[in-house]
């Protein structure tokens, strides 16, 4: 693994203790140029994950709080007049940061969630139409609850898709647990962290991540594993060839993690349920609001497990 790498992702597990998996997925976001949500409640460390990130990356951070009255221009920016120049004056919102944090995205209204489309896809910004591009690395973290449905608007499969990886932290082990609380205190802040690696280093990893080598074999069964999600009884829609092409660069984001300049298998295996779990949209007899994430890592396993491994 490239040395700025590794110190990045032994700093994480000092900030995060006991979540090796999560950090790892969030690097593979990261690498791969892909945004990731993470499903769970509070206080896990989501907003820990992502300004350890912000701080150890020496990027530009900005965590945008999303509520049911958050506007677009609250999030993108918005064109103001200037009458001693005569001409509209963009003031930029806070989409135009490295990182992002959309903290419960899905308190905010459809509207105000389909102004990021552009933003998290495209990476630019459309306001009175002229175009702003935004700055490079851009990586956006989202989270939402899970279990608190008061409030809330489910994200639309248009804007999950956008999504590469979704992931949950998940409680803290015991002992995990045990070394936090004789080694933190409350409201403890991360600041005192001190950059590892910058944003020039970040755009230097994702050609390295472009180089690494996929056979042809793999690509066919990265391939049938997407489309048997299509043609499952179980499923009203599977994953998307926008899904294909993000399994595809995360399994190179992870052999890359794993010092590897070629994907194998496993590489696949280990990615495909945080790519894809969050795209499957089930039939709504079979759908159980309170399982749907654990319905869909079940499926995928099933999935996974039915498609033969090339030799």
Do not use: C, W
């Amino acid at each position: 693994m490239n040395t700025q790498l590794k110190l990045l992702e032994d700093k994480l597990n000092q900030v995060l203790i006991g979540k090796q998996d999560a950090i790892r997925l969030s690097l593979v976001g990261l690498l791969a140029r892909g945004h990731i949500i993470i499903e769970d409640i509070p206080g896990i460390g989501k907003t820990t994950l992502a300004q350890g990130l912000a701080r150890l990356i020496d990027l530009k951070f900005q965590r945008i709080q999303f509520t049911s009255d958050i506007l677009p221009s609250d999030i993108l920016g918005v064109a103001i007049y200037k009458p001693s120049k005569e001409e509209f004056e963009f003031k930029p919102g806070p989409i135009f940061n490295s990182l992002v944090l959309a903290d419960e995205i899905n308190r905010a209204s459809p509207r105000t969630q389909s102004a990021l489309l552009e933003a998290m896809q495209e990476r630019q910004v459309t306001i009175e139409g002229k175009t702003y591009p935004l700055p490079e690395p851009f990586f956006v973290i989202s989270t939402q609850n899970p279990i608190e449905h008061h409030g809330t608007y489910p994200l639309p499969d248009s804007q999950l898709d956008r999504f590469l990886l979704s992931f949950s932290l998940d409680y803290p082990s015991y002992q995990s647990e045990l070394t936090i609380l004789k080694t933190r205190n409350y409201g403890q802040s991360i600041n005192q962290l001190q950059p590892v690696i910058t944003a020039k280093d970040v755009l230097a990893l994702h050609e390295a991540v472009d180089k690494v080598k996929l056979d042809d074999d793999l690509f066919e069964y990265l391939l049938k594993i997407v489309q048997t999600s299509r043609n499952h009884p179980r499923l009203r829609l599977g994953a998307s060839p926008r899904a294909s092409l993000g399994l595809k660069q995360a399994s190179k984001a992870f052999a890359f993690l794993n010092a590897r300049d070629y994907v194998i298998p496993d590489d696949i295996k280990k990615m495909s349920i945080p790519v894809l779990r969050h795209r499957l949209v089930f039939k709504q007899e079979m759908l159980d609001p309170e399982k749907r994430r654990e319905q869909a890592i079940m499926l995928l396993k099933e999935i996974i497990d039915q498609i033969p491994v090339p030799i």
